[in-house]
């Protein structure tokens, strides 16, 4: 998934001699609106893989982000992309440790995700939301070249894996839960369905309220 902020994020910060001749991946490459795979592929890159959890446009492997090393194994790809993706993951802490480390070292990783204002989107789950601080701590062990706030309550990030890297150790990192409305190192499965009926409520009287407007106007 992409968005007009992410392509833009992209077409600055990727540059033609970063890509061409390098083994690309795309982690949640489902095209639903807009993807940086035409502008990458325009780098001609020796390949370009998109991985997603469901079939459709951009995606040529089904594998999920906590699948993708066992898949494709240790420092497989130069380059390392997953736009509008980690937030919708439970669990993030894997699936970040497996984009470290597909990811070749003086490889790239660049990432765009939500934050703190962005309203709740399940595709098909919403659990995280992520600031800048996040990105620091988190990518520590990665040297960033580029880190920005964006309008559209996104943040976004461009690095590199370093020659000598050493993985942070995030067990007891707390992130902020859109579900909770508060840090927690995990969102337990109660939480979850908790959260759902409460999602179904609030759809179920919106849409009476809005019948209820129809009537009157």
Not at 22 to 38: A, F, H, Q
Not at 56 to 65: E, N
Not at 85 to 105: T, Y
Not at 117 to 136: A, S, T, V
Request: hydrophobic share 40%; aromatic share 10%; glycine share 6%.
């Amino acid at each position: 998934m992409c968005n007009a902020y992410c392509i833009s994020f992209g077409a600055i910060n990727l540059k033609p001699e970063e890509v061409k001749g390098k083994r690309v991946i795309e982690v949640g490459s489902y095209d639903i609106n807009g993807s940086l795979r035409p502008l990458v592929k325009s780098y001609y890159p020796a390949e370009y893989i998109g991985v997603d959890i469901v079939e459709g446009l951009g995606v040529d492997i089904i594998c999920k982000a906590e699948d993708i090393l066992e898949r494709f194994g240790k420092e497989s790809f130069d380059i390392v992309i997953a736009t509008e993706l980690l937030e919708h993951i439970l669990d993030w802490r894997e699936s970040i440790h497996n984009i470290k480390n597909i990811c070749k070292a003086g490889g790239i990783i660049l990432i765009t995700t939500a934050s703190y204002g962005c309203p709740y989107h399940g595709h098909p789950y919403d659990f995280w939301r992520y600031e800048l601080e996040d990105m620091k701590q988190i990518f520590s062990d990665c040297l960033l070249e580029k880190l920005e706030k964006h309008p559209a309550k996104g943040v976004f990030v461009k690095m590199k894996k370093a020659h000598n890297f050493v993985e942070k150790d995030l067990s007891d990192y707390k992130l902020y839960s859109i579900l909770l409305n508060k840090r927690v190192k995990k969102i337990a499965e109660k939480d979850i369905k908790k959260y759902s009926r409460r999602l179904v409520m609030w759809q179920k009287t919106r849409n009476i309220l809005s019948s209820i407007k129809k009537l009157f106007s």
